[in-house]
């Protein structure tokens, strides 16, 4: 950026300071105007679309997103994809479910290190096994799963859909992985018995019981969301449970005065601009892995058109399966 053009700069990029200015300072502005802006060029330049989930910071959500949504919105929208390229700002499963929903496009992450400690839990070899083990009992599998996972599965899902998926296959027992604490949740919501795979998430593991007795001792009338992935023991003592849409969908339609998102640091950033008159009370854990994408890896990933996602044709066609039958049921 040439210092005479650093003023058109701050002007061309002012309507977009608007939207974000509740949550980042204007002195923070600067550093971010030159890549909002060159990777807005770059969009129209290389006919690009940016999808991004509902946990990636606000300059990137409110600023150079076109899509924003949870993993089943993403999935949803991706497959309707009508641009040349789709910029994945999320994780690596994220872009893989792209892919295999949208194959004829170029699908790009910005790092390629943006993984998931529930997609790394569990292998293909893995899955296979456990159908040794409980012959006949149908394999309901997490999107936050690579693409070889979902091809040795029967149907996928995602924490917007767990209850609905599991419920319409009609059978008392199905194994459900790789998330314990999502099938411990759907099982005592459903009845089902669920057999489980000791994978976590490593942000929502992290939070407790204790935590949310604390919050609610220091924060009266505070309403509770907790996303999902969290241990049963946080579930019990929340107001909600949902995706990371339902806890959006839940404050945009009840309008708490006070409110806690038991989920990923940027849900509250990204919602709050939204509800100026919520009290959102911020106690959260970072994604280490979300937090890989930045602006300038966007910039980067639409100047070099890296990191391409590819997904091995074998693999591709019985995952893509798996996922289409989850978006069909
Ligand atoms: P959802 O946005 O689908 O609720 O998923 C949360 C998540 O952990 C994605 O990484
Ligand atoms: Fe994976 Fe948890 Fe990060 Fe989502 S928040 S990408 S489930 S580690």
Request: proline content about 7%; aromatic content about 4%.
């Amino acid at each position: 950026m040439s210092l005479s053009s650093a003023p058109d700069l701050m002007v061309r990029t002012a309507p977009l300071y608007d939207r974000v200015k509740s949550v980042i300072p204007s002195i923070e502005w600067p550093a971010f105007a030159g890549d909002i802006d060159a990777i807005l060029e770059l969009k129209r330049e290389h006919d690009a679309v940016i999808l991004a989930h509902n946990y990636q910071t606000p300059e990137i959500f409110h600023c150079v997103a076109d899509i924003v949504g949870d993993s089943l919105a993403l999935a949803r929208e991706a497959m309707k994809v009508d641009a040349k390229v789709i910029v994945l700002a999320g994780v690596h499963f994220m872009a893989e479910t792209a892919k295999l929903l949208n194959p004829a496009k170029r699908v790009l992450i910005p790092d390629l290190g943006a993984g998931c400690s529930l997609a790394e839990s569990i292998t293909a070899a893995d899955v296979r096994l456990l159908r040794q083990r409980y012959p006949g009992v149908p394999v309901v599998t997490y999107v936050n799963t690579s693409a070889a996972v979902k091809a040795e599965s029967d149907i996928c899902c995602t924490s917007g859909n767990a209850r609905k998926i599991v419920e319409s296959l009609g059978v008392p027992k199905v194994i459900m992985l790789p998330d314990e604490y999502l099938a411990q949740n759907i099982a005592a919501e459903t009845g089902v018995e669920i057999v489980t795979w000791a994978g976590h998430c490593e942000v929502h593991e992290r939070f407790s019981a204790a935590d949310i007795q604390q919050l609610r001792a220091g924060h009266p009338g505070i309403v509770v969301l907790a996303h999902p992935e969290c241990p049963p023991e946080v579930v019990a003592v929340s107001d909600f449970t949902g995706s990371t849409a339902a806890m959006i969908d839940y404050v945009g339609k009840e309008k708490p005065t006070r409110v806690v998102l038991v989920t990923e640091c940027s849900m509250s950033d990204n919602v709050a601009v939204q509800h100026p008159d919520i009290d959102f009370v911020r106690p959260c854990n970072l994604c280490p892995h979300m937090k890989q994408i930045t602006l300038p890896k966007i910039r980067r990933a639409l100047e070099t058109m890296q990191h391409e996602v590819t997904i091995d044709p074998a693999v591709a066609a019985p995952a893509r399966r798996a996922v289409e039958r989850m978006l069909e049921a």
